[in-house]
């Protein structure tokens, strides 16, 4: 049975969120509906990463089986004339091994939070950042980011639904950077734990803010407390950007 491997784009707007849900539009259910209206088989595609509602994707990753030996052109084509007009495109499609999993084959996912600290109100970028309005200190934020980078407990920045064996992570980049009134923040790690980045982000909004120091944010981390954590930021904010294999 051939394997697809297809990267993927998408507003996680309307959306409930990539996982396939009863009754409700979710980003593997619509891919789902589109496999069976062009192929006739009822094939889940398989992802690299859970986003949640809200959640957008420029490099998602996912698998999909099907019975038929497709040219991998076609399959992109006949999903993206199928899954129109809700706004999921499908970038590539490509021949994958048997072996290949979106989810378990992935060595790095990469994260891009984006927030905009202005005091007008956002209108183009509504739903695609975390409007704030006060500015922040990137370089601070930067900084502190820092001290949560390599292999920790991060239960503080855990979601309490999180369904992961294990707090423990290795975070391998947390940069922090700001390009006019765009700050983005950049994360990296093989796997992440439900809402971690989105955690993180929020306690890094206290720091840019004044609120906390880097010393607070570590402070935070040690607690291995989810009442030590920050905020958590707004799901419009983050961007699943690349999945390495």
């Not at 999993?101 to 600290?117: C, E, G, Q, T």
């Not at 601070?140 to 503080?156: I, K, P, V, W």
């Amino acid at each position: 049975m051939p394997r697809y491997k297809l990267t993927l784009e998408y507003d996680g707007t309307p959306f409930v969120g990539w996982q396939l849900q009863d009754g409700q539009m979710s980003v593997q259910g619509r891919l789902a509906e589109a496999v069976e209206a062009f192929s006739g088989e009822a094939a889940i595609p398989r992802g690299a990463g859970r986003t949640d509602a809200g959640v957008h994707a420029i490099g998602q990753v996912a698998h999909l089986d099907l019975a038929k030996d497709w040219v991998p052109a076609k399959v992109r084509d006949a999903l993206n004339a199928q899954v129109r007009p809700d706004p999921i495109s499908v970038l590539d499609c490509e021949k994958a091994s048997e072996d290949f999993d979106a989810r378990f084959s992935a060595k790095a996912r990469h994260y891009v939070y984006r927030i905009i600290d202005r005091r007008a109100p956002l209108a183009l970028e509504r739903n695609r950042a975390w409007g704030v309005f006060k500015p922040l200190d990137a370089d601070a934020m930067h900084e502190a980011a820092q001290g949560l980078l390599g292999h920790h407990d991060f239960t503080t920045f855990r979601s309490s639904e999180c369904q992961a064996a294990s707090p423990e992570k290795t975070l391998d980049r947390l940069d922090v950077s700001r390009h006019g009134e765009t700050i983005r923040i950049e994360a990296s790690a093989r796997s992440f734990l439900h809402n971690q980045v989105r955690s993180m982000v929020g306690s890094l909004k206290w720091v840019g803010e004044g609120r906390w120091t880097k010393a607070d944010l570590e402070a935070a981390l040690q607690a291995q407390d989810r009442a030590a954590c920050g905020p958590v930021a707004p799901a419009c904010g983050l961007y699943l950007v690349k999945v390495d294999y």
